[in-house]
């Protein structure tokens, strides 16, 4: 099993900045890649931007110049600084691990979801 835990998230205003974590924990071997995905009411979930192991990292174009996303492999944590937020930035963000081998299941990969942490941007 894993568990991804998210902190950070919190209430913001407009033009302010915010630092999102996601540290997954369990018996974990390798974690391909990281990211961080959001949800605004009334839209489908969202890639904001995501991060290989060996840190290559992609971003929505919405983020870009805004937003980083960094990693700490031997944490297996995972960052979302957020610069100059907007209020369309509002949103529940969710931490995502994609491809995770496990100690126990080493030929297996999974994809895991942390619960999500409400970032509320206003103006």
């Known amino acids: 099993q894993v568990q991804l835990v998210e902190s950070g998230g919190g209430l913001v205003q407009a033009g302010g900045s915010l630092r999102l974590s996601c540290a997954a924990s369990?018996?974990?071997?390798?974690?391909?890649?990281m990211g961080w995905y959001r949800q605004a009411p009334g839209k489908q979930r969202e890639l904001v931007a995501a991060?290989?192991?060996?840190?290559?990292?992609n971003y929505a174009d919405s983020v870009k110049g805004r937003f980083t996303i960094s990693r700490e492999n031997a944490k297996n944590t995972v960052y979302l600084q957020l610069n100059s937020p907007k209020p369309e930035d509002t949103a529940v963000y969710y931490c995502n691990a994609h491809g995770v081998v496990v100690t126990t299941t080493p030929g297996e990969q999974r994809d895991y979801w942390g619960q999500g942490t409400q970032v509320t941007v206003s103006s």
């Open positions: 991060i290989t192991s060996g840190g290559s990292t």
């Open positions: 369990g018996s974990i071997f390798s974690i391909n890649n």
